[in-house]
């Protein structure tokens, strides 16, 4: 069975979905494929699970880097656990590039190359956002490209954990919220 609750974080509310072996999704409300592994059969309650995830969360979003990882059980195929097994080696505050992603992938698979669009694909479909982080993923060059929730939460997280912004910038198709946000933060 699938439980659910919602946390409201300060970027909008989230929403947690376990099992009785992990955490399979965190979801921000509203965004890119949001909630499109739960099933259709869940029960609202809260589980231990789901409280330490909780827990995990507020200190998070208190500034602090969360010493443990709450109990996660990701649903995707073995190259996108690859590459959220990957996402979870990223060190708090630190950025990792599609490109650098794809280039483990390929040692670890002992071939030539591994497509960073591949890479791409798997990160953006990442169903624990945060926790398995995602938002520590930016393109070539630092262009913070791509977001489920959003480039303007892809922001505020990597802000929160005091991420080096000062090489980092924001795509040419961004829409005019998301550049006003970026703009009143970084002047």
Not at 7 to 17: E, F, I, N, R, T
Not at 167 to 177: D, E, H, M, N, S
Request: aromatic share 10%; proline share 4%; glycine share 10%.
């Amino acid at each position: 069975m699938v439980y659910i609750c919602k946390y409201k974080s300060p970027l909008g509310d989230v929403l947690l979905a376990a099992d009785e072996i992990g955490l399979t999704g965190l979801w921000f409300e509203g965004q890119n494929y949001f909630a499109d592994t739960l099933p259709d059969e869940h029960i609202q309650q809260e589980t231990e699970i789901l409280t330490e995830t909780k827990k995990w969360l507020d200190m998070y979003f208190a500034g602090e880097e969360p010493k443990f990882t709450p109990h996660l059980h990701p649903a995707g195929s073995e190259f996108r656990q690859e590459v959220w097994e990957i996402l979870l080696q990223i060190p708090y505050g630190q950025t990792i590039s599609y490109g650098e992603i794809a280039r483990k992938i390929a040692e670890m698979k002992k071939i030539s190359h591994m497509s960073a669009q591949a890479v791409g694909g798997a990160v953006g479909h990442n169903e624990i956002a945060i926790i398995i982080p995602c938002h520590r993923v930016v393109g070539a060059n630092g262009n913070l490209t791509g977001y489920a929730g959003g480039i303007d939460k892809k922001i505020s997280l990597l802000e929160l954990e005091h991420a080096d912004m000062r090489r980092l910038f924001l795509p040419q198709k961004v829409t005019a919220g998301e550049m006003v946000s970026f703009l009143t933060e970084n002047l």
